[in-house]
């Protein structure tokens, strides 16, 4: 017999945002998990012909199609707004500017309840 939890889940629209929102989250916390505390986590975009690294410090979504992430490019403020039919990039680590700074692990913001936007 399924649980709320498991009912819950087989009920959910795996085509919002939130729901690939909760992934992506899983897989870097993954991957976070084996950064030293030299390290701290990127995402290498693909676009233009170029490459470019994000140092990545917060991600937030909005419903039904939106995600947004936020950090750093050069050591400049930087935030992608991506599409989630265009979801695309690889999870890098590089290693940390300050060393006298804590390490940097990515934050995680869900929407405003009342208009779902951040």
């Not at 140092?55 to 947004?68: F, K």
């Amino acid at each position: 017999m399924l649980n709320y939890s498991e009912m819950t889940e087989a009920l959910r629209d795996c085509h919002m945002a939130d729901w690939k929102y909760e992934k992506i989250i899983e897989e870097i916390q993954d991957f976070e998990k084996g950064l030293d505390d030299e390290h701290e986590i990127a995402i290498k975009l693909a676009s233009f012909g170029s490459s470019i690294t994000m140092v990545v410090t917060s991600i937030g979504y909005q419903n039904p199609d939106m995600l947004y992430f936020y950090g750093f490019v050069n050591g400049n403020n930087a935030q992608l707004i991506q599409h989630i039919s265009q979801l695309n990039f690889l999870l890098t680590s590089v290693e940390r500017e300050d060393k006298t700074k804590p390490v940097r692990r990515i934050g995680f913001r869900a929407p405003d309840d009342a208009d779902e936007s951040i």
